[in-house]
């Protein structure tokens, strides 16, 4: 089963409106990360974010990182319609991955 | 820089057909090498991961297997298909080199598979 799990599920909002996207994991991390996936296309990976760092800022994204509640937070501020798509987060291990079963954001122009 | 490709990008295949799926990688040395499979509308599996030439894991029992045959190659196959094997196949790399605790994947465009 995955670990991660975002919420919500599915996401509307319209452009200009900000969109926060939550992850809950269950293990103890080094890192996490979130990937960005277009419609039909791979993985991009956004941000990560380490187990001692509390939030983590790139462009319009912020993350944040609560470990004592292992859950992570993506917020993406003044949305545009391009940030469409569907988000996941990941943390990993050895040589492994597990990706949570993502939240898919549209944004309405 | 370093790319990834796979192809085919679409592929339909009858039940009981062998499969093929290529994952090349360019620009980097002795990467780590992943396949995922994705259900629509859901997050990834992880099915196989290769850390060497010649160096498989699998991660969840299955139709399908993968080989290394080169440094920076990656197959899919499987001899006979299963209607459940129809999804999106993600190849991934990352660097090697970090046991305990990896960092970033690079994905490729995937391959998107139908059974019939």
């Known amino acids: 089963s995955q670990q991660g799990e975002e919420d919500p599920q599915a996401l509307s909002i319209q452009e200009g409106e900000n969109a926060t996207m939550n992850c809950s994991y269950k293990?103890?991390?080094?890192?996490l990360q979130w990937y960005r996936q277009n419609s039909g296309r791979g993985l991009v990976h956004l941000i990560l974010?380490?187990?001692?760092?509390r939030e983590k800022h790139s462009g319009r994204l912020r993350v944040t990182l609560d470990t004592s509640k292992k859950s992570s937070s993506l917020l993406i501020t003044a949305s545009r319609a391009a940030d469409t798509a569907s988000y996941f987060c990941?943390?990993?291990?050895?040589?492994?991955?597990?990706f949570g079963t993502g939240t898919r954001l549209k944004v309405l122009a | 820089s370093q790319t990834i490709h796979q192809w085919p990008a679409t592929l339909v295949q009858p039940v009981g057909s062998p499969l093929s799926l290529e994952c090349t990688v360019e620009?980097?040395?002795?990467?780590?090498l992943y396949w995922y499979r994705q259900a629509a509308g859901r997050g990834l599996q992880l099915l196989f991961y290769?850390?060497?030439?010649?160096?498989i894991s699998s991660e969840v029992p299955q139709n399908l297997s993968a080989s290394r045959p080169q440094d920076r190659q990656f197959i899919l196959s499987s001899k006979k298909l299963l209607l459940s094997d129809s999804g999106f196949y993600l190849c991934?790399?990352?660097?090697?080199?970090?046991?305990?605790?990896?960092?970033?994947?690079?994905f490729g465009p995937g391959t998107r598979l139908l059974v019939l």
């Open positions: 990941a943390t990993s291990g050895t040589y492994k991955y597990i």
């Open positions: 293990t103890s991390i080094n890192n």
């Open positions: 974010i380490r187990s001692n760092e």
């Open positions: 620009g980097t040395s002795n990467p780590n």
């Open positions: 290769s850390v060497g030439i010649g160096q």
């Open positions: 991934a790399w990352d660097t090697s080199g970090s046991y305990f605790s990896q960092e970033t994947q690079y």
